[in-house]
């Protein structure tokens, strides 16, 4: 049943209090251009706070906002790609991309763009159990997410670690 | 369960990286939503307007004409345009509700967005396109028959007419075709 209009209110002042930087690093991470990705996070504000007006507690709090700004973000992505024609690839692909560890990258910026640019070339859904995996969240919180069975999320991160492992610290390099 | 990071860098990276920390009160969300589904309604309204103007001038040279195949053309015309108009309101209504964002997880959410695409493009033809077939074919006969169009005249209008039908089928069987095929690449992932 739909909650009140205040109590929508105070679960989204709450959700942007807890997770606004959360929310601000996913609408980043499916949107590089600046002003674009500033849109796409007050879109997912709006939708979100819509979006409390059904928040039936059938999961968590954390879940759905995860859930909201995934799905807009995903949306928005797909939106983009039709008019940009930019190409998504899978895990596949991406392990046997070759990677650019000749590249000196103490700098965090640097890194933290290539780890930006390669996100944003993932599908949707490996996109989103990267993001969460970035943000933090456990297997069954990722299932819970996205949809998948735990042991398929685990494998999809277990993976995503290898290729961020080989990408990032190839040769040993560890990043400062 | 934790995730077991083999590189606390990599998520700290990601965590630790600067934000710009915007800020949006309840009453500015609540003016961006309402202007949101103003946007929505003035989009519906644009299609009922240009339906309404075009019935209205249909009606108009119903009650003029003496014709009766001319007349007949334009009833047809007008109950298409009508039936249209109410599938349209039906379709409207029936449309994503904010909740379904957080609702469904989201291999749900995609699947719905693309089976919502399908059914668009596979009942295309029996509420947007289909109505008006007949009242244009009506105008094509009455056109032909009252000798207005000279009979090679009349046949290219009409074949061009169905040459373009035909794209549009087409266009679609190909579009559906790749829906499905990403309907089925979720399906697989939600088996996995």
């Known amino acids: ?176 | 369960m934790r995730n077991e990071s083999p590189n606390p860098n990599m998520t700290e990276l990601w965590q630790c990286q600067p934000v710009e920390g915007i800020k949006m009160s309840v009453e500015e969300i609540r003016k961006r939503a309402t202007r949101f589904e103003k946007k929505i309604m003035w989009r519906n309204a644009r299609e009922y307007v240009a339906g309404g103007i075009a019935a209205a001038l249909l009606t108009s040279f119903f009650i003029q004409s003496h014709d009766t195949l001319f007349r007949v053309a334009c009833g047809l015309m007008i109950a298409g345009l009508a039936y249209m108009a109410y599938q349209l309101h039906c379709r409207a209504s029936a449309r994503r509700m904010p909740a379904e964002l957080g609702a469904a997880n989201s291999l749900q959410f995609h699947r719905n967005e693309l089976e919502r695409q399908m059914d668009f493009l596979r009942h295309i033809w029996s509420w947007y396109l289909g109505p008006i077939i007949p009242g244009l074919v009506a105008f094509s006969v009455q056109s032909w028959v009252n000798g207005h169009t000279r009979f090679l005249v009349a046949a290219f209008v009409n074949a061009f007419f169905v040459f373009c039908l035909i794209l549009v089928w087409r266009l679609n069987v190909y579009e559906t075709r790749c829906l499905q095929k990403r309907i089925d690449e979720l399906a697989k992932a939600a088996a996995e």
């Open chain 1, 1 to 176: 049943m739909p909650v009140q209009r205040c109590v929508q209110d105070r679960l989204y002042q709450e959700a942007v209090g807890t997770y606004g930087a959360a929310l601000e690093r996913l609408a980043r991470a499916y949107e590089a251009d600046p002003e674009a990705r500033r849109d796409l996070l007050q879109e997912i504000h709006v939708e979100l706070w819509r979006s409390f007006a059904g928040f039936d507690q059938r999961c968590t709090v954390r879940t759905w906002i995860y859930r909201v700004a995934h799905n807009v973000g995903a949306t928005h992505m797909l939106r983009q790609r039709r008019s940009r024609s930019r190409l998504l690839i899978g895990l596949d692909e991406l392990e046997n991309m070759p990677a650019t560890s000749g590249e000196n990258e103490a700098d965090r910026n640097r890194a933290l763009e290539r780890l930006l640019d390669l996100i944003q070339k993932l599908k949707p859904l490996d996109q989103q159990v990267i993001l969460s995996y970035l943000e933090g969240l456990d297997a069954s919180a990722i299932a819970d997410i996205t949809g998948l069975s735990p042991g398929n999320v685990a494998t999809k991160i277990h993976r995503i670690k290898n290729i961020l492992t080989r990408r990032f610290h190839a040769g040993g390099q560890d990043e400062k």
